[in-house]
Structure formats: structure tokens, C-alpha cells
């Protein structure tokens, strides 16, 4: 299969505040009201969640269909741990992002625990979210 490429364009409106423009949704990242942000979004963090449980629900669903079974839906909590010191002290020996990330899934499916779980190692194996989180991507930052 060939590659895909996926895109966004982004602008801030304000030093917390960004709109994100993908395939023409508006997309705004913002932070909560008690960290400076006029809280009219999801903060980057919580994007990255929320981008991790779309994917594994896509996945998911994808899986169960060649396993043979149905799904009938899905629920997703999702919540990490960070250290904000790095971010907003640049303090050394500790990493920016999350620590960990942890995902419960409750499947709603007509299949035995057995095949859930080989279901479940599928879908971890399988999902790019996830993959992208888990193993190291490239990332090329440069001045236009």
C-alpha cells in the first residue's frame, strides 16, 4: 500500500490559544482557565489522549471485523502523568511528556475473554497512535 500523508496548519490567536485547520475542521487547543488559557479547548496534552482512544476505537472495530466478531462499541479511559518542571522551568533530569500513558478499554463484543485479548494485542500492535507514542518518530522542526 502506498503512503499516506496527513497535514494540519496551524495559527495561535493568543500565547495559549491555537487554531488547528485539518481537512476544513477547526480544531482549537487551549489551556484551562487557572493556567493563563481562555479554557475554549482541549489542551495539547489532552489531544494526545483524546487522538490515542479515537485511534484505538478505529482499530478496534477494525480488528474485531477480521476476528470474526462484533464489536458493538467501546469505552476508552485514558490518563498519564507528567512532571511540568521541564516544560515550564527547562529543570534537567526529567522528561517533558508523559511518564506513562494508561488505557482502559471495556469492549462491548460478542466474543469470549480469549479472543478479547488477542483482540487487545492486535490492536496495540496495529495502531499508529499508539505506535507513534510508543517508539521513536523522526520529528523535523524548521524555520520557514
Known amino acids: 500500500m502506498a503512503t499516506v500523508k496527513f ?3 496551524a ?10 485547520e ?8 487551549d489551556e484551562p482557565g487557572n493556567l493563563g488559557g481562555t479554557n475554549e479547548g482541549p489542551n495539547p496534552l ?3 489522549l483524546a ?9 478496534g472495530h477494525l480488528v474485531a471485523k477480521e476476528m470474526g466478531f462484533t464489536l458493538k462499541g467501546t469505552e476508552i479511559a485514558l490518563e498519564g502523568d507528567i512532571n511540568p518542571a521541564k516544560f515550564t522551568k527547562n529543570i534537567a533530569g526529567d522528561r517533558a511528556g ?3 500513558i494508561r488505557v482502559t478499554i471495556k469492549p ?4 469470549d475473554k480469549e479472543t478479547l485479548e488477542k483482540w487487545l494485542e492486535s490492536v496495540e500492535s496495529r495502531c499508529p497512535v499508539s505506535d507513534n507514542l510508543s517508539n521513536a518518530t523522526p520529528i523535523k522542526v524548521s524555520l520557514a
Not at 495559527?11 to 488547528?20: D, G, M, R
Open 7 to 9: 497535514s494540519v496548519k
Open 98 to 100: 508523559y511518564k506513562e
Open 22 to 29: 485539518a481537512r476544513g475542521f477547526r480544531v482549537i487547543i
Open 46 to 48: 489532552e489531544y494526545l
Open 11 to 20: 495559527k495561535n490567536e493568543n500565547n495559549l490559544k491555537t487554531v488547528v
Open 51 to 59: 487522538a490515542l482512544s479515537g485511534c484505538i476505537n478505529i482499530t
Open 108 to 111: 462491548y463484543a460478542d466474543a
